[in-house]
């Protein structure tokens, strides 16, 4: 299976901050990741598909960029409502494979 | 309007099993693949397993491969997911997602189904 490692597992900001969040395949998975936010006690929204292509609704404040081995999520100018776990997932095949995830807090 | 609706939380002793459905509206639903996954408490997302209705093979996570079953009514447009041999190491949400395919993102989510495995 392919390993998705995710960085970091938590970060606090402030209103207005760039965010970074790293995610890492154990093998390449070419372009093919997804990005999702996930609020408690709700289902993830996705964001971010195909490493970079935002998803309709979705605030241009999100962006994705990466290929191969390596993606990033970008939050341009954080919002309170940002405040959420966010999960990469490559799907260069099945099984589907999730990084653990990356807690923003502000 | 795209909608995928779970049945409601389950509790159930180990060893038992327990099944969860998902009815789907909006799209048309031979185009899509539907995918079962779960988050422990305070755990991360976990992939069990995916169906396309109109292959009818689905594929199943190895750890999963003996105790899931996935299976799609298309007349009522209901995925359901079967767990057995029920674990207190089971209790989770579970959540139903759609995709294009195996190999593509899941746009559509379940809201999430709460199962609690306990004696």
């Known amino acids: 299976d392919k390993q998705m490692t995710q960085s970091p597992s938590a970060l606090s900001a402030f209103i207005g901050d760039r965010v970074t969040i790293t995610c890492r395949a154990s093998?390449?998975?070419?372009?093919?990741v997804a990005w999702y936010q996930q609020k408690p006690g709700q289902a993830p929204k996705l964001l971010i598909y195909k490493a970079s292509t935002l998803q309709t609704g979705v605030p241009s404040r999100f962006s994705g960029s990466g290929s191969g081995t390596e993606f990033t999520l970008t939050i341009s100018s954080l919002q309170p409502d940002d405040c959420a776990t966010y999960y990469c997932?490559?799907?260069?095949?099945?099984?589907?494979?999730f990084g653990q995830g990356t807690k923003v807090e502000i | 309007q795209v909608q995928l609706v779970q049945s409601g939380a389950e509790m159930r002793r180990p060893g038992s099993s327990v099944r969860v459905s998902c009815k789907t509206s909006?799209?048309?639903?031979?185009?899509?693949?539907f995918t079962w996954l779960r988050q422990a408490p305070g755990q991360g997302l976990e992939w069990m397993g995916t169906l396309i209705p109109v292959f009818g093979t689905p594929n199943y996570a190895q750890r999963f491969q003996d105790r899931v079953t996935i299976t799609a009514d298309k007349g009522t447009t209901t995925v359901y997911m079967e767990l057995s041999g029920l674990r207190t190491a089971d209790t989770a949400v579970y959540f139903c997602?759609?995709?294009?395919?195996?190999?593509?993102?899941?746009?559509?989510w379940g809201q999430g189904t709460l199962v609690t495995v306990s004696s």
């Open positions: 997602a759609r995709s294009l395919g195996k190999a593509a993102q899941a746009d559509y």
């Open positions: 997932q490559q799907y260069n095949g099945i099984p589907w494979t």
């Open positions: 093998q390449s998975v070419y372009g093919w």
């Open positions: 909006g799209g048309d639903f031979n185009n899509f693949a």
